[in-house]
């Protein structure tokens, strides 16, 4: 049912153009920028009392998130579409930043993360919210094939609200990949620091990034795995297809973020994370702070990221 690789040996499925093409835009992720927006989002949900809903008994903060997001990506220009699917007790705003394709602007790739936390996420998840920052200044002037939608979810850590609501809205889309990031920042190169999901196997060291792909999906998993491996500092991935269903425990943990909503409407997604309470202590806790990141690693995950979107987005369309 599971198959596991490792990056070194993924077929060649991009051609050199297209290798140095995608490394090329994903030359201009900037740890600074990405430590500073990191920063910024926790600031903001550390000034927000959010709110204690049952059945959790913990603050749960997305408004201020929502504004300061929002205002980093109007400071760059961009305009920001705020998609309300309120109702059934919940409102949802979810954040939309669109960069249209040229030549088949129907064919999308969504680039998601959610922008909700308990108390300050700072991995979880503004590290993935500071990708999209970066993916989202990267494409600024740029052209690509296809139309790539920058979508950050409302309403993650309550039960994929907001992803659910989104891709039940959008099931007529042309999605062609999802690539979800959730908690791509923090890492541990001591022994022992990686435990493995029940029915999985992983290195015991913390410095990989884990990428989950439904079978609809395993080409472009290979297609990413190829780019880990010609960053300028190749980063080490740990990759699995795993079937759509949520029987066992092994795919359990693999739809444990909005990708899991893709999934189910037989879209093809990635799922990017550092596997958070398998390596993480300060998962959904108060110390879940800036400070205990590795902004080289959120660095090279944001290079995939920026890399991979680009190389999908742009490629001829072999179909
Ligand atoms: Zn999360």
Known sequence: MLSLWACAPAPELLTDGQLSAALAVAAEVDTTRLTNDVARMVEAHAADPGEVRAPWDRPHKRRAGEATLTAALNELGLTVTVEDDSGDGWEIHNLIVEFPGVSRPDEVVLVTAHYDVWYQGADDNSSGVAVLLELARALIGKETARTVRIVAFDAEEVGLIGSARYFRRHINDDVRLVINMDSVGFASTEAGSQVAPPGFTL??????????ANDVAAREALVLGQLA??????????????SDDHRSPGTGDFHRSDHSQAWTQGTPGLFLTDTTNFRNEHYHTETDLPETLDYGF???VGQLVVAGAWAIADEEDAE
């Open 203 to 212: 290195p015991d060291v913390g410095d990989f990034i884990v990428l989950m």
């Open 298 to 300: 959120l660095t090279q």
């Open 229 to 242: 491996g010609a960053l300028p500092e190749p980063l080490a991935l740990q990759g699995a297809v795993g």
